[in-house]
């Protein structure tokens, strides 16, 4: 067998190049993925930073058991902070029980392979000021029934495609449904999301045993530093149909006691409803079709605890950066300019602050 012959300080050409291909999807849908040379780990590293930098709160919703309604909750919080003229992405990354498809009217819908990477379908462009952009592996399926039989190793490279190979585009707010459990895809989004701003919302009914569940979930919450928004209570109440009288179909203290034991609001109060139910079923969620509805009211309220959320978290991250530059002298900021925060490395905002230091540095050496 020919060897190859390579001189040290020349190139060899059987290594990866470190140039991007800038495509805007993971290798594994690329036509040229097989003679491609270039560093694949580079690109998908690269591809999920760039994802990530135009998207800005991530709200899990989260339930360990399922059953809750956490598809439901999660396009119906999605409409409302639509509403409120954000734009908004909904992640489908629940592997085994896609929902997402349905609730947006999306049945059947398959996803195109562009530059930018799968499209992302946008949803009652027509009825709100932004599309709400939807990503499910529902579009990736031959039909709704499919089973998915998928290893870990599988299920981590989705949720690595669902953030990354999927053109998201600007986002305020990336909703995600969350799987039951805290297994593989809640771990590898705890990974890929670590230093983004993300937060919870957890979902349960008053029954002991999805309470229980639940807690599992906060406890997974407690131990990787994921901070919670609140709990959306569904099927917290019903009103009879005949006489409009109010009652709970299950025990509601036991609930009420833990929430406030570990000091966890709630932020939403979801009525077991036939009217939501029949929305959903329908691909016309509550939020959208009846919004002035107790149960539209009802998540609106929850959209608005995680607005606040996200603001409070904007806030806290621009008094840390006036800090830095309160506490920082001249000379550190001058020697090391990789020091500053981000906005004011490129840009307007550069150029203004790179002529203000060297006016002081000039006045810094006058005084000398």
Same mark, same amino acid.
């Given at each position: 067998?020919?060897?190859?012959?390579?001189?040290?300080?020349?190139?060899?050409?059987?290594?990866?190049?470190?140039?991007?291909?800038?495509?805007?999807? %993971?290798?594994?849908?690329? &036509?040229?993925?097989?003679?491609?040379?270039?560093?694949?780990?580079?690109?998908?590293?690269?591809?999920?930073?760039?994802?990530?930098?135009?998207?800005?709160? *991530?709200?899990?919703?989260?339930?360990?058991?399922?059953?809750?309604?956490?598809?439901?909750?999660?396009?119906?919080?999605?409409?409302?902070?639509?509403?409120?003229?954000?734009?908004?992405?909904?992640?489908?990354?629940?592997?085994?029980?896609?929902?997402?498809?349905?609730?947006?009217?999306?049945?059947?819908?398959?996803?195109?392979?562009?530059?930018?990477?799968?499209?992302?379908?946008?949803?009652?462009?027509?009825?709100? &000021?932004?599309?709400?952009? *939807?990503?499910?592996?529902?579009?990736?399926? #031959?039909?709704?029934? /499919? &089973?998915? *039989?998928?290893?870990?190793? =599988?299920?981590?490279?989705? $949720?690595?495609?669902?953030?990354?190979?999927?053109?998201?585009?600007?986002?305020?707010?990336?909703?995600?449904?969350?799987?039951?459990? /805290?297994?593989?895809?809640? $771990?590898?989004?705890?990974?890929?999301?670590?230093?983004?701003?993300?937060?919870?919302?957890?979902?349960?009914? &008053? #029954?002991?045993?999805?309470?229980?569940?639940?807690?599992?979930?906060?406890?997974?919450?407690?131990?990787?530093?994921?901070?919670? $928004?609140?709990?959306?209570?569904?099927?917290?109440?019903?009103?009879?149909?005949?006489?409009? /009288?109010?009652?709970?179909?299950?025990?509601?203290?036991?609930?009420?006691?833990?929430?406030?034991?570990?000091?966890?609001?709630? $932020?939403?109060?979801?009525?077991?409803?036939?009217?939501?139910?029949?929305?959903?079923?329908?691909?016309?969620?509550?939020?959208?079709?009846?919004?002035?509805?107790?149960?539209?009211?009802?998540?609106?309220?929850?959209?608005?605890?995680?607005?606040? =959320?996200?603001?409070?978290?904007?806030?806290?991250?621009?008094? #840390?950066?006036?800090? =830095?530059?309160?506490?920082?002298?001249?000379?550190?900021?001058?020697?090391?300019?990789?020091?500053?925060?981000?906005?004011?490395?490129?840009?307007?905002?550069?150029?203004?602050?790179?002529?203000?230091?060297? %006016?002081?540095?000039?006045?810094?050496?006058?005084?000398?």
């Amino acid at each position: 067998m020919a060897a190859s012959q390579f001189n040290p300080g020349e190139r060899d050409p059987l290594a990866l190049r470190p140039e991007d291909c800038n495509r805007g999807h %993971a290798c594994q849908f690329c &036509p040229q993925e097989v003679e491609c040379q270039l560093d694949k780990a580079l690109h998908e590293k690269s591809l999920l930073e760039k994802r990530l930098a135009d998207i800005g709160q *991530v709200v899990l919703v989260m339930a360990n058991k399922g059953g809750v309604g956490k598809s439901t909750v999660t396009a119906n919080l999605a409409i409302a902070m639509a509403r409120k003229g954000f734009r908004v992405g909904v992640a489908d990354a629940d592997i085994h029980g896609p929902n997402q498809s349905r609730l947006f009217n999306l049945v059947g819908h398959k996803v195109k392979l562009a530059a930018n990477g799968l499209e992302t379908p946008g949803c009652f462009g027509d009825a709100l &000021p932004e599309p709400v952009k *939807v990503a499910s592996l529902a579009f990736l399926m #031959q039909s709704d029934d /499919t &089973p998915i *039989v998928w290893r870990d190793a =599988y299920k981590h490279d989705f $949720i690595h495609h669902l953030i990354g190979s999927f053109d998201w585009g600007p986002l305020d707010f990336l909703f995600v449904d969350m799987p039951p459990g /805290t297994g593989n895809e809640l $771990i590898t989004l705890a990974d890929l999301l670590e230093g983004h701003p993300t937060a919870g919302v957890l979902t349960t009914t &008053p #029954q002991d045993i999805a309470l229980m569940d639940s807690l599992k979930a906060f406890r997974f919450c407690e131990e990787r530093q994921l901070p919670l $928004i609140g709990v959306v209570e569904n099927m917290a109440g019903v009103t009879c149909p005949n006489c409009a /009288t109010e009652f709970h179909l299950f025990p509601n203290t036991p609930l009420e006691k833990v929430l406030q034991e570990l000091d966890l609001p709630s $932020i939403a109060k979801i009525p077991f409803s036939p009217a939501l139910a029949v929305a959903s079923d329908s691909g016309q969620p509550v939020a959208l079709e009846t919004p002035d509805s107790r149960e539209a009211r009802a998540f609106a309220g929850a959209a608005e605890a995680c607005l606040a =959320y996200a603001r409070a978290g904007q806030l806290e991250a621009g008094e #840390q950066e006036l800090n =830095y530059l309160a506490k920082a002298s001249v000379a550190d900021m001058l020697a090391n300019p990789e020091l500053l925060p981000e906005q004011f490395r490129t840009g307007p905002e550069a150029d203004a602050l790179n002529e203000l230091l060297k %006016a002081e540095q000039q006045r810094l050496r006058n005084q000398g």
